[in-house]
């Protein structure tokens, strides 16, 4: 599906980037209004909460850690790439930072089960 | 070899600015034959109101750069043994700039940010002033090199996909271009070039999809250029502050 | 769509963010241990004045990263320009710079 011009290992690090940047956005306002339901509504806090339990939620909850860490280490590597010295293994970086968010956010799959 | 007796499928983009669409050829297959040659044939044998651009055929001149199956390559040193995919071919006009008629297009926009990005040298001696001396070994002199070398065929430009997004972006080669310039001790117009490179459409929109660096013919990195400009104007940036 | 002010905006709110992502990774690691309650989570927060500091530069660092990230997605995908994006980017800024600093102060006001 992807364009040939795009075919080569950066081009998907930089979807990932952009893709979990993305999502991560989109879901900040709804963990802000959930976060403030202790003050306006402490009881459906807890009752969401519990919903939070269940096992499909804890596999949403690790794809969001997953992206969360996806970005951070991805973001690292970029801020490495622009203001350190160059260097010529950026694809090793691309794929270290993917493996070390699957590391971090398997971690928390692992407590949350 | 029976090159005679083989061919191949070769789909021709034909149109103009108002737009086209492909047109199919049959091309002889023969030995060591090159992209170009599979373009020249066609015009000559098939269809000679075919337009394109070539010079050198020695991948020198950077005139002769096409989309081929969807990657941006000189067509004068690509063979299609590299390119082929399903035993065929489709053949474009280079992306992200006008097109002029068929596989021709119009670089003046490739060309205009050279100079927009300041990449253009800017003497500190006249001529009447003794050569000054440039270590090859200098750390400045080093970075120069690694960026020089550029033929302008336009390929990086055609990768990527930040100037397909944004028609104001100066593009890898204009900023690689300024980045070498950055780096020599002989050029005095510094502060305008890194003015000319923080600007909208200047080396901060840079993805470091690496497109660029992907598909050079010359192996350069202008991902690693642009990189160091960013590295520089912030520097500049901070210490304009402190 | 990024000059130099804006890209230095969202590469040092991203080195603002880098520790405080990786606190909050192990925070949430932590936590989820026995599952997630109001309890527990409020007698953390409630009545720190370090994690109200931490969480408060959060908010503030993310929403800056987060305005300027979608700014560019915005220009670059649906050609959003001039007036209209800086809108946007100040939109958005506000927007969470707001939901989130009520969150802080929900979790952390004592």
Redesign the interface.
């Known amino acids: 599906m992807t364009r040939p011009h795009r075919s080569h290992p950066l081009w998907y690090a930089f979807l990932l980037h952009r893709v979990s940047g993305l999502l991560l956005a989109l879901y900040l306002p709804v963990h802000f209004l959930v976060l403030s339901m202790a003050l306006t509504a402490p009881d459906s806090l807890d009752g969401f909460l519990h919903w939070t339990d269940q096992p499909l939620v804890k596999l949403a909850e690790f794809a969001l850690v997953f992206l969360l860490a996806v970005h951070l280490f991805g973001g690292l590597r970029l801020l490495a790439l622009e203001f350190l010295p160059w260097s010529p293994r950026q694809k090793t970086f691309a794929a270290g930072a993917t493996a070390l968010a699957l590391l971090v956010s398997g971690t928390f799959l692992l407590n949350a089960v | 070899m029976d090159g005679q007796a083989n061919t191949m499928a070769v789909s021709v983009w034909r149109g103009d600015a108002e737009g086209g669409a492909f047109q199919a050829f049959e091309v002889p297959l023969r030995e060591s034959q090159t992209v170009l040659d599979v373009v020249t044939w066609i015009q000559q044998n098939a269809d000679p109101t075919l337009a394109y651009r070539y010079a050198c055929r020695v991948g020198m001149c950077g005139s002769c750069a096409m989309?081929v199956?969807?990657?941006?390559r000189w067509t004068c040193r690509t063979h299609i043994e590299r390119a082929l995919k399903d035993g065929g071919l489709e053949i474009a006009p280079l992306?992200n700039l006008p097109v002029i008629k068929d596989l021709a297009t119009d670089m003046s926009a490739f060309f205009d940010k050279w100079i927009a990005a300041e990449g253009v040298f800017r003497p500190s001696k006249t001529r009447a002033d003794p050569i000054e001396p440039v270590d090859p070994a200098g750390a400045m002199r080093i970075d120069a090199s690694a960026a020089i070398e550029c033929i302008n065929c336009g390929i990086c430009y055609?990768?990527c996909?930040?100037v397909a997004?944004?028609a104001d972006y100066l593009g890898p080669a204009a900023l690689n271009r300024a980045w070498s310039l950055l780096n020599d001790e002989r050029d005095q117009g510094q502060e305008a070039r890194l003015a000319a490179v923080?600007?909208?459409g200047?080396c901060?929109?840079c993805?470091?999809?690496?497109?660029c660096a992907?598909?050079c013919p010359k192996s350069l990195?202008p991902?690693?250029s642009i990189?160091?400009l960013?590295?520089e104007?912030?520097k500049n940036?901070?210490g304009r502050r402190r | 769509m990024l000059d130099l002010r804006l890209y230095m905006l969202q590469r040092l709110s991203a080195l603002i963010l880098a520790p405080l992502v990786l606190g909050h990774i192990a925070v949430m690691i932590y936590a989820v241990q026995d599952g997630l309650s109001a309890a527990e989570i409020l007698g953390r927060t409630q009545g720190s004045w370090a994690w109200a500091l931490f969480y408060g530069l959060f908010v503030l660092a993310v929403s800056v990263h987060a305005a300027i990230g979608l700014r560019v997605i915005v220009a670059e995908t649906l050609k959003l320009r001039g007036l209209g994006l800086a809108a946007f980017t100040w939109l958005v800024f506000l927007g969470l710079l707001f939901l989130g600093a009520r969150a802080v102060y929900a979790v952390t006001a004592a």
């Open positions: 989309m199956n969807g990657k941006p992306r055609a990768a996909d930040v997004a944004n923080s600007r909208r200047g901060h929109n993805h470091s999809q690496q497109g992907q598909f990195n991902t690693a990189a160091g960013k590295r104007t912030a940036f901070l």
